[in-house]
């Protein structure tokens, strides 16, 4: 480059002194100038052959170059194709991390949903057999330092062991536990279930029946059975692992609805100490009902067809046939006709005040008792309040110190309020029936004295008197259809 650069130099040198005019100088200058350009021209084909010689092998540089920056060029957009396709995939692999991470997640909340569900499910008699798995299983969720894999292995042993036990419950199945008598007495044994129902037989002792699940109790609870040979069916089901034996359809529904059937004495007695005075007023009531009901009843009334003799003596004043005949009939009226023939003979005023005198006497002994019974039936509804609320606050005072969670501890205070409400119901409806009917009953024989009463005092108006005229008719006596004498 540098000979180039000097070769341009003396081209352009000898350009300007082709240019310069020429002067008048000396031969040898010209000569030398001529010697000079020759020499400078013969430099420069020199130089012009230098550079063709040197060019084509810089050209085939520059080609190969550029080649070779072609080649880079497509390497490095491969490169860089590459990079962006493993950014790409490293994008893709974040995200399907982040949802393999939620699907485990999920997984793993699944499992530990699972045992807890697995749990629940049990019978109180499996728990102890399944109680290590369960708990690695629920432990391994809430243990975050543990490695995956290894929380999957205790959740998923938990899952093929219910899958094992789903297996034997087919056909049913047997193991080895312990349970409690209804006393309290924990004792070892073999379990042999089928299907829900649990069967214990216990090694030493003579206990076995159906295990089931008591309310604060930790341990399978056996129910024996009432029949001895029930009992020697199932402890030889569970030794030989088949055999006939008692089974309750209900899933022991209807042993529980039997054990809440009692007796009319353990109804009464659960009705707390309200139920003695509830109890006396019953008694009391219904007895007094039962005896006036009798008296009522043995009540004799005269029929129309005995009093018409006394009315025919009275109307022809035969005073001694009246007395006689009056002293013949039976009963309260007939007493009462008794003392209104007793004072024939004197004023009307005096026979209508001795009749009634008797007709009151009668009246009060007729509704003797049934105000007591109206007021029993008034009572009775109000006792009945009384031990509702009396057992309110029993089971209030329970709650204060036990809480409400245990039904049980409960049932004393409820049963006493409401079991005396209801005998407070029972002895009130029937009180206010009985004391209805007997109040009607009374009146009833009452009116038929007063009527007999108005037919005695009607014939004595029609007896001869003193200047009378005419004698009054007779008057029509008719027997009332419910004073008739039963």
Do not use: W
Not at 130 to 144: C, D, G, L, R
Not at 180 to 188: F, Q, R, T, W
């Amino acid at each position: 480059m540098k000979n180039i650069i000097g070769v341009c130099m003396i081209v352009a040198a000898a350009g300007v002194c082709a240019q310069t005019p020429p002067a008048a100088e000396p031969p040898t200058v010209v000569a030398e100038s001529r010697r000079r350009l020759e020499a400078a021209t013969e430099e420069l084909a020199a130089l012009r052959a230098a550079i063709v010689e040197e060019k084509l092998p810089l050209a085939r540089e520059a080609s190969r170059l550029e080649t070779e920056h072609v080649a880079v060029r497509q390497e490095y957009d491969g490169i860089r194709r590459k990079l962006d396709n493993r950014a790409l995939e490293i994008n893709n692999l974040k995200q399907e991390l982040r949802r393999l991470e939620q699907e485990q997640s999920y997984l793993s909340n699944l499992f530990a949903e699972y045992a807890r569900n697995f749990e629940t499910r049990l019978h109180i008699a499996e728990l102890r057999r399944f109680e290590n798995i369960v708990t690695a299983a629920k432990s391994a969720h809430e243990q975050y330092d543990l490695p995956p894999a290894r929380r999957f292995v205790r959740q998923l042993s938990l899952v093929e062991a219910g899958l094992r036990r789903l297996n034997d419950a087919f056909g049913g199945m047997q193991f080895e536990g312990r349970a409690a008598s209804e006393d309290g007495l924990v004792v070892p044994g073999r379990f042999a279930m089928i299907g829900p129902i649990a069967f214990f037989a216990a090694d030493a002792a003579p206990l076995a029946g159906v295990a089931e699940q008591r309310l604060g109790s930790l341990e399978p609870t056996v129910s024996a059975f009432a029949d001895p040979e029930h009992t020697a069916r199932v402890r030889e089901f569970v030794a030989a692992g088949e055999g006939v034996i008692p089974f309750d359809a209900t899933l022991g529904s209807a042993r529980k609805i039997e054990q809440t059937r009692e007796t009319l004495g353990q109804h009464i007695r659960k009705g707390g100490p309200v139920m003695v005075p509830i109890l006396t007023l019953a008694a009391l009531v219904f007895l007094l009902a039962f005896a006036k009901f009798l008296a009522l009843t043995f009540v004799r009334m005269p029929s129309s067809a005995r009093t018409i003799p006394l009315f025919d003596a009275i109307r022809r004043g035969d005073a001694a046939a009246a007395r006689s005949v009056a002293a013949a009939l039976p009963g309260p009226a007939g007493r009462m006709l008794a003392v209104g023939a007793d004072h024939l003979g004197g004023s009307k005023d005096l026979i209508e005040e001795a009749m009634y005198e008797r007709m009151l006497e009668t009246r009060f002994r007729f509704n003797r008792g049934l105000p007591f019974i109206a007021v029993g039936a008034a009572c009775a509804p109000l006792l009945g309040l009384l031990g509702t609320v009396t057992g309110i606050i029993s089971t209030f005072k329970l709650i204060t110190v036990f809480g409400s969670g245990d039904v049980k501890m409960l049932s004393a205070g409820i049963s006493e309020a409401l079991i005396t409400t209801e005998f407070g119901l029972i002895i009130a409806i029937p009180s206010l029936l009985a004391h209805a009917f007997l109040s009607r009953k009374a009146r009833a024989l009452l009116d038929r004295m007063e009527q007999l009463a108005v037919a005695f005092l009607g014939a004595l108006a029609g007896a001869p008197t003193a200047g009378a005229e005419a004698a009054v008719p007779p008057p029509v006596v008719t027997a009332a259809p419910e004073a008739a004498t039963p």
